[in-house]
């Protein structure tokens, strides 16, 4: 149960790092009934980003800070049967040597959030989400603040508008 709330928490906690400092327009990657593979990865946004030790340092104590918080927001919207289903499938996903967003994907797919469930998952992320996209922005410097906005940009070009959410 631990791995797979872990799961759900990191790609809860990445789908949200991938919208640093990005509008607040909705965007598929920000929404944790979304498969993991549609993410940019574990903070993975900031490759590419040229991060020095003491910031790569920063994040990673972010990282450790934010988990049990993601993970605890998660767990809140998820049945007991829902979270049983869920470890069941990363279970089985991992003994079958999926890794990362195969592992999410099969846990998603075991989970089938209802509607309710997602808003409420959505409502309870949100301010973490803006906490978390504040610190780390606070790390960065301008120069990679604009780089970011142009990677989020460009990954935001790639992913398929879905015209009901976007009312």
Same mark, same amino acid.
């Given at each position: 149960?631990?791995v797979?709330?872990?799961?759900?928490?990191?790609?809860?906690?990445?789908?949200?790092?991938g /919208?640093?400092?990005?509008a607040?327009?909705?965007?598929? *990657? *920000?929404?944790?009934?979304?498969?993991?593979?549609?993410?940019?990865?574990?903070f993975?946004?900031?490759?590419?980003?040229?991060?020095?030790?003491e910031?790569?340092?920063?994040?990673?104590?972010?990282?450790?800070?934010y988990?049990?918080?993601?993970?605890?927001? +998660?767990?809140s919207?998820?049945? +007991?049967? /829902?979270?049983? !289903?869920?470890?069941?499938?990363?279970? *089985?996903?991992?003994a079958?040597g999926?890794?990362g967003?195969?592992?999410? @994907?099969?846990a998603k !797919?075991?989970?089938?959030?209802?509607?309710?469930?997602?808003? $409420?998952?959505?409502?309870?992320?949100?301010?973490? @989400?803006?906490?978390?996209?504040?610190?780390?922005? !606070?790390i960065?410097?301008?120069?990679? %603040?604009? %780089?970011? $906005?142009?990677?989020? !940009?460009?990954?935001?070009?790639?992913?398929?508008?879905n015209?009901?959410?976007?009312?």
């Open positions: 149960m631990r797979v709330s872990v799961v759900l928490a990191l790609a809860v906690s990445l789908a949200f790092v /919208q640093l400092l990005a607040d327009q909705a965007c598929p *990657t *920000t929404k944790p009934e979304h498969n993991g593979h549609q993410m940019m990865g574990a993975g946004v900031l490759k590419g980003l040229n991060l020095t030790d910031q790569k340092a920063k994040v990673k104590e972010l990282r450790k800070e988990m049990p918080k993601f993970k605890e927001a +998660a767990n919207v998820l049945t +007991a049967d /829902q979270q049983k !289903a869920r470890d069941a499938a990363i279970k *089985t996903a991992k079958a999926e890794k967003p195969a592992v999410f @994907k099969a !797919a075991a989970v089938q959030l209802t509607d309710a469930q997602k808003a $409420k998952m959505k409502e309870a992320i949100k301010p973490l @989400k803006k906490e978390l996209r504040e610190k780390i922005k !606070a960065l410097t301008p120069e990679q %603040q604009e %780089q970011l $906005k142009a990677k989020i !940009a460009k990954h935001k070009a790639k992913m398929p508008v015209t009901e959410e976007s009312k």
